[in-house]
């Protein structure tokens, strides 16, 4: 009598299990804590629990009280993926296209901002650039704060990408069929590096919306973001709104992250 023989699923051994028991557990600890909050904002009264009901009240209260911040956050993000994009796909289409010493000097100045503690460089520009009209008490500034921070992750996204195609042979390519610059960039360089670019974007948009340190330096009471309001919310008022604050974040985030990605997969080649 024959057998069929033995699938990889059986012969997994206690090793498998072990590993997958420890990455449920790591996932278990930074995912419950995060639910756990969010499950407070919808609660009645956070101290009596889940006994005291489940109320959109504090969601409400959230929206009526700090909507101007979300919008702002969102406003200042997207603005920042805008420039991010104009400077940081130009700039690692240059540091591919000319690699060595200069470049790598170049590339690592500009993982400075993130190697400085946000609140130094937040510091940096007042002492810089806030004297330079009103933009100390514009969105502006903020913004300037933001593309430098995450300015870095653009390029080092797409700058992968170009490292890992021939680059040079697609363009002279293009190049030998008549394409100037300008058309080579846009049809063969772009959408080479697209899956890149999206991946860029999804770190930009992430860390610009939810960046705190150097940007309560640089708030003020007209230009308060979202995490500034959060923080704000969890210190002076009840523990669900906070509660409240936080799940609106994640109602807001969590869409586009998974747009981008899901663009991000359809920008990849089928093999």
């Given at each position: 009598m024959s057998t069929l023989p033995n699938t990889p699923a059986d012969r997994r051994g206690w090793g498998f299990w072990l590993q997958l028991a420890f990455t449920l557990l790591v996932c278990a600890l930074l995912t419950v804590p995060m639910v756990m909050s969010m499950l407070a904002g919808l609660t009645a009264n956070y101290f009596v629990g889940l006994k005291s009901g489940l109320t959109l009240r504090w969601?409400?209260?959230?929206?009526?009280?700090?909507?101007?911040?979300?919008?702002?956050?969102?406003?200042?993000?997207?603005?920042?993926?805008?420039?991010?994009?104009?400077?940081?796909?130009?700039?690692?289409?240059?540091l591919a296209r000319r690699p060595g010493r200069i470049a790598r000097l170049v590339e690592e100045l500009l993982m400075m901002p993130v190697a400085i503690p946000g609140l130094a460089t937040a510091l940096a520009l007042i002492v810089t650039y806030g004297g330079v009209g009103d933009l100390r008490s514009s969105w502006l500034f903020i913004l300037i704060g933001h593309v430098l921070f995450t300015?870095?992750?653009?390029?080092?996204?797409?700058?992968?990408?170009?490292?890992?195609?021939?680059?040079?042979?697609?363009?002279?390519?293009?190049?030998?069929?008549?394409?100037?610059?300008?058309?080579?960039?846009?049809?063969?360089?772009?959408?080479?590096?697209?899956?890149?670019?999206?991946?860029?974007?999804?770190?930009?948009?992430?860390?610009?919306?939810?960046?705190?340190?150097?940007?309560?330096?640089?708030?003020?009471?007209?230009?308060?973001?979202?995490?500034?309001?959060?923080a704000d919310?969890?210190?002076s008022l009840r523990i669900e709104i906070g509660s409240a604050y936080t799940l609106v974040f994640f109602l807001m985030i969590v869409p586009s992250l998974i747009l981008l990605q899901g663009l991000a997969k359809r920008g990849r080649p089928t093999v």
């Open positions: 969601v409400e209260e959230v929206l009526r009280v700090y909507s101007g911040t979300i919008l702002l956050s969102l406003q200042i993000a997207f603005a920042c993926l805008a420039c991010t994009l104009a400077l940081g796909v130009p700039a690692a289409y240059a300015l870095p992750f653009m390029v080092r996204a797409v700058l992968a990408v170009m490292g890992s195609i021939d680059l040079k042979t697609l363009e002279e390519g293009a190049a030998s069929l008549g394409a100037g610059f300008l058309r080579r960039f846009a049809t063969v360089v772009l959408p080479n590096c697209r899956s890149g670019i999206l991946a860029g974007s999804l770190m930009v948009l992430t860390l610009s919306v939810g960046e705190f340190n150097l940007t309560w330096l640089l708030h003020t009471p007209l230009t308060k973001t979202l995490p500034v309001g959060l919310s969890y210190a």
